[in-house]
Structures are given as structure tokens and as C-alpha cells.
């Protein structure tokens, strides 16, 4: 597994960094401009392919909770379509990936370990919402991973 970071132009993203930047109303992180910067110098961001069902499982959670109208919700969901990103399928060698980094990050389900898989697959930086998996992922020398309310 790798543990140091080889540089790429490639970026890996979960649904969090997505969400929040559709629904930045909604949330208190607003990582838009991060987004629109990597595009601008030049990184192809890259997704697992269960991406669009998890973003949209969040925005539906944002609706249910009455933090954002059903209206809102649906644009949302039309603007994830919108970030240019590549989703990447899942495949044999990627999800065994993903289990043995479940196993290091010690979770009981691969979903963030799709990512951190995709990411070492990639040689590519990953930057999640999900500041346990970061506090983790530095546990482990892992420097390839970040946080996105990071400055």
C-alpha cells in the first residue's frame, strides 16, 4: 500500500466535497473554488462509480432534514452532473484494494476505502469531507490524503 504521495494530475473526490459544493447553503464549507481551481490548472478529479448514489443519498438527507427544499434538492442533484468529473467503474483489483485499506483504517465498510483505493490507483492526492478518515490517514503517514476545509 502506498504510503507516500507521487505526483499526479489526477484528483480523487468524495461525495462530501461534491455536496457541499452544490449546496453550499447548506453547509458551513464551501469548497467551489477549490474545485474550480484544480480544473483551471489543469486536474482531471476521478470518482468511483457508487459516487452519484452516495452524493445524492446525502442530498436526499438534506431534504428529509428540512435543511434544504425539494426543489433545491433536485438542481443539486442536475449539478452533480455538472463537476467534470470521471467515474472510474469499480473493479476486481480496485475493491480488493479497497478492503485491505478498510482493514488499515480499521472500518467495518469499504465506502471511504473505494476512495483511498482509487487514489492509490491513481497516484493522486484524495480530499474527502470526513476529517476522521484524515485524522486516520495521518495516523498512518499518509500525506496523500487531506481534509477540504484545510487551507
Known amino acids: 500500500m502506498q504510503k507516500s504521495w507521487r505526483a499526479s494530475t489526477t484528483i480523487v473526490i468524495d461525495s462530501n466535497v ?13 469548497p467551489a473554488n477549490r474545485l ?8 482531471q478529479l476521478v470518482v468511483p462509480d457508487f459516487w452519484l448514489a452516495e452524493a445524492t443519498s446525502v442530498v436526499r ?26 467515474i472510474v467503474p469499480l ?6 484494494s479497497a478492503f485491505a485499506w478498510a482493514a488499515q483504517f480499521q472500518q467495518s465498510k469499504v465506502y471511504d476505502s ?4 482509487l ?19 495521518k495516523q498512518l503517514k499518509l500525506e496523500w490524503i487531506h481534509w477540504v476545509g484545510e487551507d
Not at 65 to 86: C, H, R, S, Y
Open 114 to 117: 473505494l476512495y483511498v483505493a
Open 91 to 96: 473493479s476486481l483489483e480496485l475493491c480488493q
Open 36 to 43: 474550480l481551481n484544480w480544473h483551471q490548472q489543469g486536474y
Open 61 to 86: 438527507q438534506f431534504v428529509y432534514t428540512k435543511t434544504i427544499t425539494m426543489a433545491e434538492g433536485n438542481i443539486a442533484i442536475a449539478d452533480l452532473f455538472t463537476l467534470g468529473v470521471e
Open 119 to 137: 487514489a492509490e490507483q491513481r497516484h493522486a492526492e484524495f480530499w474527502t469531507g470526513d476529517k476522521r478518515l484524515v485524522n486516520r490517514a
Open 18 to 30: 461534491a455536496v457541499w459544493t452544490v449546496l453550499p447553503k447548506a453547509v458551513t464549507i464551501h
